[in-house]
């Protein structure tokens, strides 16, 4: 490490900020506040869904090497979430992270230039920078509701702009597009002639579910969605996600890029992933009730400390990015809530922003415990 610079000189990509917070984290707290995953789904629950065909492919399942492209009835299932997509525009990938680091390898190098929405989810530009693409990041304001600013973002293409990069619902601050925004990012993109990236891992989790967006892949063959089975659908340790496009041979790049990486997916997780999405009624059913309980406690939260605590409410997804109040360090609150309480919360610092803000989680089933713990640490930090 090259000291006080976080730079580590034997990588070649800047470490990821949050990831190695969780990394410490994650595994010695009693309570993650902060977490954007929903609960986890429990094996032998899951497997109590798996209709006939796939508790037969999940018994004989054999624990060899899989297809790269993905599971042909995975592949099959995936597409068929979205109105467009056939299986061939579906690669199955080891996590939404995998799929990241690939499209953006084989899409993205020096002298390209790519537009990210910040803050955001470090690899989503991290990975770009370290192909040797310009990055510009498209901040989104509190003061604006976090909402992408479609003037600004047309200001900021550039003839040599490759990529833009969406997240919605977004991480961390909830933000969902409006449709005509929506609209209007896909056809900036489309006039520039640049790929769009649509991170929907949080898909699923509007919280009226009016407002759920087209898919990424549905709005163009330049539009690309990002899904994975660890957000909406509670399943992150199956380490499954995929990419979605309609452009085949960008598809058979990043097919290409995985044999550097992890070659194919689990077979047993492809298999599990497999039974979830044929039960996601129920899947998806069980995240947004969770989701819709959580942040009716948050709502009363926020209402019991109006001077100490205030946010932007969420739209959709199970993070927000509430703000405290600015004559306390968020560094120190969330050192000292941890330290007295085992409750986690993620300082905005985490992803380089400046306020006063956190990224607090509530997909959780022991979120009323952790905010107990939270409004402890409050009172204790008014006296
Ligand atoms: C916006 C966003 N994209 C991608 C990912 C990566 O997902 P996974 O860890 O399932 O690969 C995350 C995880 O937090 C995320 O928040």
Redesign the pocket.
Known sequence: MLEGTGHDASMRIAEFE?ERYFARWEFAVRHLLCA??VEGWAMGELLDHADDEAAALWHDLRLGYTETPGHPLLRREIASLYATATPDDVQVLS??????LALVNVLVGPGDHVIVTWP??Q??YEVARACGAEVTLHELREAAAWAIDIDVLRAQITPRTRLIVI?AP??PTGMLPDRPAFDAVVAIAAEAGAYLLV?E??RYLEFDAADRLPAGVDSGSHVIS?G????SFAM?GL?I?WLASRDRALLARVSAFRDYTTICASAPSEILALIALRARDIVLGRSQALVARNVATLDALFERWPGALSWVRPRGGSIGFPRLRADLDIDAFAADLVEAEGVLLLPGTRFGHPGNHFRIGFGRTDLDEAVAGLERQLVRAER
């Open positions: 949050l954007s995953d996590g939404a992270e995998e799929g990241i955001g989810y690899s989503l997240n977004h991480n991170d891992v949080y990002l994975v089975m660890s957000k992150a380490r996600g």
